[in-house]
């Protein structure tokens, strides 16, 4: 999607199947599909560049992560959490989980659980913390997703986010949102840091490091970082 033409002509195609499709299934096909054609391109998944970004990108250790119980919102087929070996419970929710396991041929030792972040199959409290990276516009209510995020995440317990910043919704992207989602946040987590950066390709602008630009008007992509942290919210 680096050039401007095929991303305006990705986004047409993209309100053209939301208008005439529903937009979970087209999501869901596309998804999939996306990840057929990864998986033909590289033979065998790799994973070795999250540990990077769930470490050194938000300034925690890898033995931060020792006896923590750890959620990934839409994991993807590539293990995600495969690198916290030492964690004592890592899984990944994706509405596409058993798809992926097979995908990935059950190499994985994390654990893939099928589900939706609007609803997440976990009691009250239970992980230390919760990831979304890549993943958060992908979901279909985003005010349900951080509401559950915030019920499953333990007192004090953090929430990692990587995402792109787009405002036109495409077929894998049904939420789309500006640099605003970070004050939606705020009213659920205490952000710890938070991080602009120019850019369309996730994980590689975030090592460009070159900072958004917010006095250039021009439409574009962004990508979004935050660390936060759950705040025990008053009771009415």
């Keep these: 999607m680096r050039n401007s033409f095929f991303l305006k002509l990705y986004t047409f195609l993209s309100r053209f199947f939301h208008f005439f499709f529903d937009k979970e299934k087209i999501k869901l096909r596309f998804?999939?599909?996306?990840?057929?054609?990864?998986?033909?391109?590289?033979?065998?998944?790799?994973?070795?560049?999250?540990?990077?970004?769930?470490?050194?990108?938000?300034?925690?250790s890898e033995e931060f992560y020792t006896g923590k119980k750890i959620l990934?919102?839409?994991?993807?087929?590539?293990?995600?959490?495969?690198?916290?070996?030492?964690?004592q419970e890592r899984v990944g929710l994706d509405p596409l989980a058993e798809k992926y396991l097979n995908l990935n041929e059950k190499k994985h030792k994390m654990t893939y659980v099928k589900g939706f972040s609007e609803q997440i199959p976990f009691e009250n409290d239970y992980f230390d913390i919760i990831s979304s990276f890549n993943s958060?516009?992908?979901?279909?209510?985003?005010?349900?997703t951080l509401t559950e995020i915030h019920r499953?995440?333990?007192?004090?317990?953090?929430?990692?986010?990587?995402?792109?910043?787009?405002?036109?919704?495409?077929?894998?992207?049904?939420?789309?949102?500006?640099?605003?989602?970070?004050?939606?946040?705020?009213?659920?987590?205490?952000?710890?840091?938070?991080?602009?950066?120019?850019?369309?390709?996730?994980y590689k602008s975030i090592r460009k490091a070159v900072a958004f630009d917010h006095s250039n008007p021009k439409l574009r992509y962004g990508v979004l970082s935050i660390l936060a942290q759950k705040k025990e919210l008053k009771k009415e």
């Design 31 to 60: 998804e999939f599909l996306y990840w057929q054609i990864k998986k033909w391109q590289e033979k065998d998944f790799t994973n070795h560049h999250y540990k990077e970004f769930f470490t050194k990108h938000f300034n925690l």
């Design 72 to 87: 990934d919102i839409g994991c993807g087929p590539r293990g995600s959490l495969e690198w916290a070996a030492n964690a």
């Design 136 to 144: 958060l516009d992908h979901v279909q209510n985003i005010n349900k």
């Design 152 to 202: 499953c995440l333990k007192k004090n317990g953090l929430f990692l986010l990587i995402s792109d910043i787009h405002t036109r919704a495409t077929l894998t992207e049904p939420s789309a949102f500006g640099w605003e989602i970070s004050e939606q946040i705020q009213q659920n987590f205490q952000i710890l840091n938070e991080k602009h950066y120019e850019g369309n390709r996730l």
